[in-house]
């Protein structure tokens, strides 16, 4: 009877323990990714499909880098000197490149957005996108906004591509 | 020595002037450069310029405050291929060959270009025909010929042409009115003109 009384006592204790570490560890888990900085930061993203059948690996789509960065929180990363570079299915060279001095990157809404100036570059040249004051970059639908003055450059091979 | 010196100088700064290469002539800029005070929205099949837009190409220069760009993307998708007999066929997708569609400018739309100037409220440039075909409430037209108020033009920037859809009114430029004025005088006939004689009682039909 004794035994059984103290066996179980051992036991509130230990899930009491657990519980109190768990308290512990969760904000304290929390602090920790918040004062994480890394340097050459690096988030690719990859397409479903493989290469090929006989190449299992699977082709670069999206790649996010930054000379600094640093975790706000879990999913969200202020990066400096960001370059994000989008790559088609071919995977022949970059059809999208973005450059923004400073920027978050919201991993779980899958977004870049910034304050600051973002200069774009997609399909081979032919756009070119400079905004001054604030973006939001859609990673998931592929959708760019530029808040308040932008400069846009279309070449004319985009508007009538027999003149190439 | 001092005056030496100074004329081997003088001559070091003109040779060296002269050893600069020739500055390269103004390249001629073959693109459209858009400018938008209010934002703009890109995405894969249209972007979109707000507030205050600006479009200028070494051919045309329009104005407006909303300016949309549709854009079609050429993927193949045919490359249907089976490597393994039991692997599903993968499409394999080429590269993505952009093209613009249309050009849809609304709001208080100015187009200019070197002959002539077009005041709307919408127009629609297809890049199919190269047409631009502006519209609104009152749309006037100004080359050197004279100024046109109508509600459609269809607009050729190649050839700088109009053609007014509907009714319209033509303003003829002062300086072609003698020679445009023919359209506005009365039809010309080889009788001759019926002059009222003195005293003679009009005939009654």
Known sequence: ?164 | MKLLLFAMLLLCCATARGAEPPLPPVASTNSLVILSEAGARFSKTNAVWRGQVRAADPGMYIECELLTASFSTNTARTNVTRVVKDEPPRIEEADADSRLDFIIAETNVMIITPKAQIVGDRAIYNASNELMIVTGDLVIAVNARGSIVCQRIIFDPKTESFEVDGPNTFVPAPGVLSSTNALFSPRKTNAPPKVRQPGAVPQSK
């Not at chain 1, 190449?55 to 960065?69: E, F, H, I, S, V």
């Not at chain 1, 959708?143 to 009538?160: A, E, F, G, K, Q």
């Open chain 1, 1 to 164: 009877m004794m035994l059984r009384a103290r066996s179980s006592s051992i036991a509130a204790a230990v899930l009491a323990a657990l519980g109190l570490i768990l308290l512990i560890w969760f904000p304290l888990h929390a602090q920790l990714t918040r004062r994480i900085k890394t340097s050459n930061f690096t988030w690719p993203e990859y397409y479903d499909q493989p290469i090929s059948a006989t190449n299992p690996t699977n082709r670069l789509k999206l790649l996010l880098r930054g000379a600094q960065a640093q975790y706000l929180s879990n999913d969200v990363v202020a990066i400096t000197t960001a370059r994000l570079e989008h790559y088609p299915p071919s995977g022949r060279g970059t059809n999208l490149l973005a450059l923004s001095p400073f920027c978050h990157f919201d991993s779980d809404a899958h977004t870049v957005t910034g304050t600051g100036r973002v200069d774009i570059a997609a399909d081979d040249g032919k756009i070119a996108v400079q905004g001054h004051t604030g973006f939001r970059f859609d990673m998931t639908n592929y959708v760019l906004d530029v808040s308040n003055r932008t400069r846009t450059v279309l070449r004319r091979t985009l508007m009538n591509p027999t003149n190439r």
